[in-house]
């Protein structure tokens, strides 16, 4: 058993793994000498164990113990280099555009330095008296390499600890179940999180996937185990099939087609300095990356997969069409047409012949001729036959035919959706019939966009519009009370924590980032216990020292509509101050950045909020494992006078990492409500190399959209209306608890609201 893979799943829901039953714990044991020392590292770090856990401590080696320390230590980055370019950097240095300037030009035309006084830094670059004061710097002011390192960190400084909690064998089994069977695609950390416990626990029989994304990651598992023909259990339909063939080929679990990774390679690697331009190169990359070449296994496999599809031909060939330039060369490459001829594979023969001679009808193509003839009846009858298409073009339908005849039928097929349908559209249906809302969609890149409203909303008044937001509250809420009074339960009481009300409901927020530290659904709300809040990012671990320029950034919205912000360009601004602009790396153990924000000076100055902004600059997406985040405390955190570091695990608020399957170039990873003194967090990519790149209203309208999200309070209080339960103060005295600890897990959450309401 790995326990070090457990312990580091584990700590993403702010729990100790430990392989000990929890009847053996005695719960009136003597801490040890041991387990003294180790609750000491976990308050410098900024945590502390309930009563449970302490006690079952004491049952485990000291080498356990240090095994646990090392995975915070990893999670955190403790061993890595925290310094930033600028010592003691909360008082400005006082250089200017002046300083580079002048210092470019002696270095750019000036071959030889005699007569100009001044100073050759190790990198080369001679910087002349009177520009840079060279002693506040780490590295080199101009070109922003670091010349001094340092594995210190501050401990100890945080004035709230996070509670953690025992995580048995038991508990980690039921993670993992919980992610397997969750009704609702996985995020990054969820994801990562199934991967590792996919390599500890076994698959069980005939196990219950319900989102082609999870199955993808359990065929690959059965793949690399010689167990393809068990992955043929899990792939259903054609596009199954392609989906993880094309996972395969680019890494990620969603079917983004070769045009769409073209485009976006293309913009990831444009950069504003012309000569470092290699969009062009970065096209024709791509475009030789996903050339497709399969060696006769994998073919072999294909064919047995596509062979086994319990589809008619006709069906599998409707499912194959929206996809068809995709099939058209993927059945090429894994010469499908030769494997068609052999003896055992009919039913692949017949699905190719009707798919070159196009000898079906498509669902989707009999809607679109309907709803052109304005044959309303015809179309609703369609929609009726695919719930979740109905559901997901449910407001087009209601401005074009009406809203009484088409909640009239949907209401038919309400019951038989998955309650994460019914709530996104309570969600998103009042932003959705304002004509003065812009919506803000995320497409499968990633970066989010915002769209125009509806033009058929001009048709209708104001009461009209709001009347269709009240119907589909209405109606949504009704099939979910009718859900949670359809399930049988033996419980009188429940306990709903306080800060779920704080929490929106995690539906079409999928976030790309993976959390070590702590998981929390996008939304979350941070209260601010101090007067600063303290950004920070680190970049480069693991990879040789090189040019790697990244860039932490914020953006401060002021009430007169004007915009400040504080980035590599503008060290200085009001109520935020920025530690020095590093463009290189150092050797394996990466650099960090920050920038310190003064919520006194942000209020003086009547700040509505600040948005928090990481960028690549150089030309490429964000660094793989690079790490951002927030401290926050209500005691002074330190600077170093000597190195500059400014990092200290306890304070951490939130902290997210970058994933590998990242696809933005720019990331809103926060957004502090001045006024109300809270962080929101929240994940918005965005293609730009500077937060000048960011657009203001997306920020706007994503907040908005999480704000009129239902919290997951709001979804108890259903439950316990629906299932006459009593509302208790603690969870002691309740028959069912729902704590802020049992919401670290968004698996665990969808288990109570995404399912089948009818079967």
Same mark, same amino acid.
């Given at each position: 058993?790995?326990?070090? #893979? ?74 890595? !280099? ?16 002046? $300083?580079?300037?002048?210092?470019? =030009? ?19 670059? +001679? ?27 501050? @401990?100890?400084?945080?004035? @709230?600890?996070?509670? &953690?909690?025992?995580?048995? =064998? ?58 393809? $023909? ?39 690697? +444009? ?8 969009? *062009?190169?970065?096209? @024709? ?54 494997? %068609? ?26 809607? /679109? ?20 298409? +109905? ?5 087009? %339908? ?14 038919? =097929? ?19 019939? /304002? ?37 589909? !509250? ?73 040019? &790697? /320029? ?30 020095? /602009? ?21 209020? @003086? ?31 002074? *955190? ?16 939130? *902290? ?69 339960? #009593? ?33």
């Amino acid at each position: 058993m790995d326990k070090k #893979t457990l312990t580091n799943v584990a700590l993403r829901y702010r729990a100790v793994f430990l392989d000990l039953n929890r009847e053996d714990i005695n719960m009136h044991s003597e801490i040890t000498v041991p387990v003294a020392a180790f609750i000491q590292l976990l308050n410098e770090n900024g945590f502390c164990a309930n009563e449970e856990l302490l006690h079952a401590l004491n049952s485990v080696s000291p080498y356990r113990l240090a095994v646990i320390a090392e995975c915070i230590n990893e999670v955190f980055g403790l061993d890595l !280099n925290w310094v930033p370019l600028v010592k003691e950097w909360n008082v400005p240095t006082g250089e200017t555009a002046a $300083d580079h300037l002048i210092t470019f =030009i002696v270095n750019q035309f000036f071959t030889t330095k005699t007569g100009f006084k001044g100073t050759t830094l190790p990198c080369g670059h +001679f910087i002349p008296e009177g520009t840079f004061p060279l002693e506040r710097y780490n590295g080199c002011p101009f070109c922003g390499t670091p010349f001094k390192t340092a594995n210190f960190v501050y @401990k100890g400084q945080g004035s @709230k600890l996070k509670e &953690l909690r025992l995580f048995t =064998i038991e508990d980690m089994e039921h993670l993992f179940s919980s992610l397997l069977t969750s009704a609702t695609p996985l995020d990054a950390t969820q994801q990562d999180s199934l991967k590792l416990l996919l390599r500890v626990f076994p698959l069980p029989e005939n196990p219950n996937i319900t989102m082609k994304e999870t199955a993808m990651l359990v065929v690959r598992m059965l793949v690399e185990q010689d167990m393809a $023909d068990e992955a043929s259990k899990l792939l259903k339909t054609p596009n199954d099939v392609l989906r993880y063939l094309w996972f395969e080929k680019t890494g990620y679990v969603q079917l983004i087609e070769p045009r769409t990774l073209v485009a976006h390679a293309r913009k990831l690697y +444009f950069h504003l300095w012309g000569p470092l331009d290699r969009g *062009m190169d970065a096209t @024709k990359e791509m475009k030789n990356k996903l050339m497709l070449k399969y060696d006769r296994k994998t073919c072999r496999c294909a064919a047995r997969w596509m062979n086994a599809i319990p589809l008619t031909a006709k069906q599998a060939a409707e499912n194959m069409n929206p996809k068809r330039g995709m099939w058209v060369r993927m059945i090429h490459a894994l010469r499908l047409g030769e494997y %068609s001829r052999k003896k055992g594979f009919e039913h692949l023969a017949e699905i190719l012949d009707v798919f070159y001679k196009q000898d079906y009808t498509t669902w989707q193509g009999r809607v /679109d001729k309907a709803r052109i003839a304005n044959d309303a009846d015809k179309t609703l009858a369609l929609l009726k036959e695919r719930p979740g298409f +109905f559901a997901r073009c449910l407001f087009a %339908s209601m401005l074009r035919f009406g809203s009484d005849k088409t909640l009239a039928a949907f209401n038919e =097929i309400a019951d038989k959706l998955p309650a994460r349908l019914l709530l996104s559209l309570g969600n998103a249906a009042e932003i959705y019939f /304002d004509p003065k809302e812009e919506r803000i969609v995320r497409p499968i890149t990633g970066v989010m966009k915002t769209i125009e409203p509806n033009k058929l909303l001009a048709l209708y008044s104001e009461e009209a519009r709001k009347a269709m937001v009240e119907e589909v !509250n209405n109606l949504y809420k009704a099939s979910i009370t009718r859900s949670f009074a359809a399930q049988k339960t033996t419980s009188k009481t429940l306990y709903i924590d306080p800060s779920l009300y704080n929490i929106p409901i995690s539906v079409g927020d999928r976030a790309t980032t993976i959390q070590d530290a702590s998981c929390a659904l996008m939304g979350t709300r941070f209260p601010v216990e101090g007067d600063a809040v303290r950004l920070f990012m680190q970049w480069g671990k693991g990879l040789p020292e090189q040019h &790697l /320029d990244m860039d932490l950034s914020c953006r401060i919205a002021l009430s007169n509509g004007f915009v400040e912000e504080c980035s590599y360009f503008n060290l200085t601004c009001v109520g935020a101050k920025h530690s020095g /602009d590093i463009q290189h790396i150092p050797n394996m153990v990466g650099t960090a950045e920050y920038i310190e924000l003064s919520l006194p000076e942000l209020e @003086k100055a009547n700040a509505q909020y600040v948005a928090f902004t990481c960028n690549a600059y150089s030309y490429g997406a964000l660094s793989p494992n690079l790490v951002v985040g927030w401290m926050d405390s209500a005691n002074p *955190m330190k600077i170093s006078e000597e190195t500059g570091v400014a990092y200290d695990p306890s304070c951490v608020q939130h *902290m997210v990492r970058i994933s590998e399957g990242n696809l933005s170039k720019g990331l809103v990873f926060g957004v502090l409500d001045v006024a109300k003194r809270e962080i929101i967090w929240l994940e918005m990519p965005f293609t730009s190399q500077t937060v000048r790149g960011l657009d203001s209203a997306s920020i706007e309208a994503l907040l908005h959209k999480l704000g009129a999200k239902l919290s997951i309070g709001q979804l108890l209080d259903i439950k316990a209306q629906a299932q006459h339960l #009593t509302k208790v103060e603690t969870p002691d005295e309740a028959d069912e608890a729902y704590t802020y600890e049992w919401a670290l897990n968004p698996a665990e959450v969808t288990k109570l609201l995404y399912r089948e309401v009818a079967q």
